[in-house]
């Protein structure tokens, strides 16, 4: 029998704390979770050398990272790394428009494209094969290929940011809990780390800001 971090406090009467830690920032009632910024860099690194094979070759790259059915790491890595089409699932980006943005940019004389892939959208693998279908009845984009960054997303050296973050996270949960705070999850709101009950997370997924994706649109012209 599976038992919620709520029935250990209500019902057991046992201390939980909860501090939001997870590379896909999507833990409902926190602006931020703990491992974000280093899955964040380590994708950034990784598609920048993904980036001069690309140049390089004047090829169309599909990459694929990781989040689940979120797309904040997919948004923040392909803003940073200057995509030029970001795809997640909170707000659909159909391919006729994927096209079209590879279209329009080598009119312009642009000959090599990165394109940011949420795995919860689809699989690089797939998605590339439709995407080189799409295209060949147009003309000669040349080849599309596809990366998966898998796991080396959730590996490696924290950044200092999170090592801050996660400082900073630890010592306001044992401060509210000597205070007499005893079941609560630690938030940062509005550039503040502050405590809220447990259960504002349940069941509920935070969504990127559409003026966040917005932005990325505007870079892509």
């Known amino acids: 029998m599976e038992v919620s971090k709520d029935t250990f406090s209500k019902e057991f009467d046992i201390p939980v704390i909860g501090i939001p830690k997870t590379i896909d920032n999507d833990t409902y ?66 391919l006729h428009k994927v096209i079209d943005t590879i279209v329009n940019a080598k009119k312009r004389g642009k000959n090599f494209f990165l394109i940011v892939l949420a795995e919860g959208v689809a699989k690089a693998q797939e998605f590339s094969k439709i995407l080189q279908k799409k295209l060949n009845e147009i003309g000669d984009f040349g080849e599309v290929r596809y990366s998966v960054l898998g796991y080396i997303q959730r590996g490696g050296t924290p950044t200092a940011y999170d090592r801050l973050m996660a400082s900073r996270f630890g010592v306001f949960a044992v401060r509210e809990f000597l205070n007499g705070n005893k ?20 069941g509920k997924i935070k969504k990127p800001e559409i003026r966040e994706f917005e932005i990325a649109n505007i870079l892509n012209y």
């Open 183 to 202: 079941n609560f999850m630690v938030a940062f709101e509005k550039g503040n780390i502050l405590s809220k009950p447990l259960e504002i997370s349940f």
């Open 29 to 94: 009632g926190t602006d931020y979770t703990i491992g974000f910024d280093t899955a964040i860099n380590t994708a950034v690194d990784a598609i920048e050398k993904i980036k001069d094979t690309t140049m390089s070759h004047e090829r169309i790259f599909v990459v694929e990272v990781m989040g689940r059915e979120s797309g904040f790491i997919a948004l923040e890595t392909g803003i940073a790394t200057g995509a030029d089409c970001i795809l997640i699932p909170e707000y659909p980006h159909p």
